[in-house]
């Protein structure tokens, strides 16, 4: 079977668990936890990093980091993984679904267009028209390793005091333009958070990361991750804590695969390179490109279908899985389920031809070139069937 996207592992890797084991340090301190993080603080060039167990504990924190309380509301879009619309969720506070772009990002012009049409302004703060709820924050997801233009939103949020968190879990070593300035993924707001589960561009096993530029944040982050301890002698708390510190073995994995980011980011481009000056010669197919200012770490390459006629996206599906490649549909939209159906939504049009046109490849770093050929064969043979 040719995987999505599987990890890989060297010796580096083997020689930091090794080191870890050996000085019995394996739970949340320990030296490799802050080298990891003083290096991930290093690569996005953001102030401060404070590594936690998964990208969901990152993006739960982060609402709690900006004070999100019960029936506020945090405008999302509806085309990502799960998990930021559950960390909302988790925070008791409501999502507001927004549509996405042709690259499948929240699409920016419609989130101002709603924040000048729909909103209005008390005491500071930014309100729904419909439901005369607060709206405290905005979460704009990189899919795929992506960045779009959110110069204009992001300047419309802070005058509106509307908080932004990016979800730059599939964005480590993405960049963008920003103002003419080189921005990492996850530091164009208020706070980013980064996953290092296995299928990401470097994994700690199970993992995540908050990116902030603000003490103030980094300082709660770290009190409320690890127990809200105000006297960790007498076991005095003020807060009510959470234990969800990455572990020093998952951070000496992470330490191993840094030091191989370089040329991981560089086989990632090859790949994206390669099966863009492929299928974009086809009838039938296209590569999903990054958006002008980005420059994507590649993390996963999109399959878009221009015509797909009598054939539906699970028959694309099926084929690719007749030959042992393993690829996957776009999640399904998140207002759509079952949990998410009551929320609001708004002008949602886009996200259903991207839905229904595009597929995931197999990316990992690991492919080889048999199986790149082997997995292109697949597309030609589909773009043949479907001009007959
Ligand atoms: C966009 C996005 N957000 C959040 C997550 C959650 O990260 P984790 O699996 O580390 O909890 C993932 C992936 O897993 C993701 O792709």
């Known amino acids: 079977m040719i995987f999505l996207h599987e990890p890989i592992f060297s010796s580096k890797e083997i020689k930091y668990v090794t080191e870890c084991l050996k000085t019995g340090w394996v739970s949340t ?13 290093s690569i996005t060039n953001s102030k401060y990093c404070l590594a936690l167990n998964s990208g969901t504990s990152c993006l739960d924190l982060s609402l709690k980091l900006l004070d999100v309380k019960k029936d506020q ?28 772009d042709k690259f499948g990002n929240l699409d920016s012009d419609k989130v101002i267009r ?43 949020c802070r005058k509106r005091n509307i908080r932004i968190i990016e979800d730059a879990s599939e964005s480590l070593g993405s960049f963008y333009k920003f103002k003419k300035i080189k921005k990492h993924s996850g530091t164009l707001g208020d706070i980013g958070c980064i996953s290092f589960n296995t299928n990401k561009v470097i994994t700690t096993g199970s993992g995540g990361a908050i ?44 330490l191993g695969q840094l030091e191989n980011f370089k040329v991981i980011l560089k086989k990632k481009k090859k790949i994206f390179d390669f099966y863009k000056s492929k299928i974009n010669k086809l009838k039938n197919f296209e590569l999903l490109s990054p958006p ?6 590649h993390w996963i390459n999109i ?33 759509l ?38 997995i292109l064969n697949v597309i030609y043979l589909l773009d043949k069937k479907m001009k007959t």
């Open 292 to 297: 002008n200012k980005c420059l994507s770490n």
């Open 303 to 335: 399959l878009k279908i221009k015509n797909k006629k009598k054939y539906k996206i699970d028959h694309f599906l099926k084929f690719f899985f007749q030959y042992n490649i393993q690829v996957r549909p776009i999640w399904y939209p998140n207002h």
């Open 29 to 41: 301190s320990g030296k490799f936890v802050s080298k990891f993080e003083r290096q991930i603080s």
């Open 73 to 100: 509301e945090i405008i999302v879009p509806t085309t990502t993984f799960i998990a930021p619309i559950n960390s909302i969720l988790y925070n008791r506070a409501n999502p507001i679904f927004m549509d996405i």
């Open 114 to 156: 709603f924040i000048k049409e729909e909103t209005y302004i008390k005491k500071n703060f930014t309100f729904n028209k419909k439901t005369k709820k607060k709206i405290k924050a905005l979460i704009i997801v990189h899919v795929f390793g992506n960045i779009s233009n959110y110069e204009k939103l992001i300047s419309l």
């Open 211 to 254: 990116l902030t530029n603000k003490k103030n944040i980094y300082d709660r982050a770290l009190y409320l991750s690890t127990q809200a301890k105000d006297d960790p002698v007498k076991f005095i708390h003020h807060d009510i804590g959470y234990n969800i510190k990455l572990n020093n073995v998952s951070a000496a994995i992470g």
């Open 337 to 374: 389920q079952k949990k998410m159906k009551k929320f609001q939504k708004y002008d949602l049009k886009n996200f259903k031809n991207f839905h229904d046109n595009c597929i995931c490849l197999p990316s990992g770093y690991g492919l080889k070139n048999h199986e790149l050929k082997k």
